[in-house]
C-alpha cells in the first residue's frame, strides 16, 4: 500500500514538479578556470619551476644564447644549498650586468612573464656554474687546471671547446680564494668570454655571490625542443677528497624526506578504506 502522503518520483512537495537545474553556461565558467589557471601558474613560478633565458655566451656549449632552461625553485624551501658543478640562476649580486643591453618587452611578453610563462626580461638575473661553496679554496693558475681544495678539476667535459680552464691576464684569470660560508664561486662553462666571480672581486662580495641570492638550480633545458637536456652535475665534482669540510646531514634528502611523509598516511587510508 502506498502512502498517500508520499511525494511522487519527479514532484516536490504538494505534487509541483521538480524543475531540473540547468547547468552553467561555460562562457559563464569561462572567467573562473582563467582564474584558476593563472593562480596555479603564479603559485608554480613562485614556489616550484620557472622559465628563464639565457642571454649570452658564458655558458657554452652547456648552454646556448636564447635557450630557455627550467629552474627549480622548490628545494631551497627545504633547506637546500648550491652545490658545486650545479648550474644556478642568482640575482645580480652587485652590478654584474653594469654595461649589458636591455630588452623592452611588450605588454603581451611582460603579462606571461609575471605569470612565469616566459623568461622575464627586466629581471637582473645570472646563470653560471658552480665551482666553491662555503670553505672551499679555489685556485687558477697558469692554464690551469683549476683546483678545489687541492683537487684538480678535470673540465673537459663541459668546458667550451678551445679554452683553458685559467685566463693567462691580470684581471682576475690567476686567482687564489677561499670561499665564506654563505657564499658560492661561480664561473662560466666559456672561461674566456665569461663576466663571472673571477672579474667581479672588486665589488662588495669579492666576486663571491651570496646563497640568499640564488633563485635556483637550472635543470632542464626545455627550448628549442631539439636541445631537450637535463644539466647533470658532472662527475669530476663527485672525486673523493674534494669536500673541504663534512657537509651538513640530512639537507639534500629533505624534500625526499618530506614527500614520503606525505605518502604513508594516503596509502594507510587507502588500505583501510572498505
Not at 665551482?131 to 678539476?153: F, M, Q, R, S
Not at 647533470?232 to 663534512?246: E, I, R
Request: hydrophobic letters at 40%; one cysteine or more; a negative charge.
Amino acid at each position: 500500500m502506498t502512502d498517500e502522503h508520499s511525494t511522487a518520483e519527479g514532484q516536490g512537495p504538494g505534487g509541483t514538479a521538480r524543475t531540473p537545474k540547468k547547468p552553467r553556461s561555460f562562457w559563464k565558467e569561462l572567467p573562473i578556470l582563467i582564474g584558476i589557471a593563472l593562480v596555479l601558474a603564479l603559485l608554480i613560478k613562485t614556489f616550484l619551476v620557472q622559465a628563464f633565458s639565457i642571454p649570452s655566451d658564458s655558458m657554452q656549449n652547456t648552454l646556448q644564447q636564447g635557450d630557455r632552461v627550467l629552474v627549480d625553485k622548490l628545494t631551497p624551501w627545504f633547506g637546500s644549498e648550491p652545490e658545486r658543478g650545479e648550474v644556478v640562476v642568482f640575482h645580480d649580486p652587485d652590478n654584474w650586468l653594469a654595461g649589458e643591453p636591455t630588452t623592452d618587452p611588450n605588454a603581451l611578453q611582460t603579462f606571461l612573464s609575471w605569470i612565469g610563462l616566459m623568461p622575464s626580461a627586466e629581471e637582473k638575473d645570472l646563470i653560471k656554474r658552480v665551482i666553491g661553496v662555503g670553505g672551499d679554496t679555489i685556485e687558477c693558475k697558469n692554464t690551469g687546471p683549476l683546483t678545489v681544495n687541492g683537487k684538480a678539476l678535470n673540465e673537459a667535459s663541459y668546458v667550451y671547446p678551445g679554452n683553458t680552464p685559467c685566463s693567462v691576464d691580470d684581471q682576475g684569470g690567476q686567482f687564489k680564494v677561499k670561499v665564506p660560508e654563505g657564499f658560492i664561486w661561480v664561473m662560466g662553462d666559456h672561461r674566456q668570454n665569461s663576466r663571472d666571480s673571477r672579474y667581479n672581486q672588486s665589488d662588495k662580495n669579492h666576486g663571491m655571490v651570496p646563497v640568499k641570492d640564488v633563485v635556483g638550480r637550472a635543470v632542464v633545458v626545455a627550448w628549442p625542443v631539439n636541445r631537450w637536456d637535463n644539466l647533470p652535475v658532472p662527475d669530476t665534482f663527485d672525486q673523493p677528497g674534494l669536500n673541504a669540510q663534512p657537509a651538513a646531514a640530512g639537507l639534500p634528502v629533505a624534500p625526499q624526506g618530506l614527500a614520503l611523509a606525505g605518502v604513508v598516511p594516503v596509502v594507510w587510508w587507502r588500505r583501510r578504506k572498505p
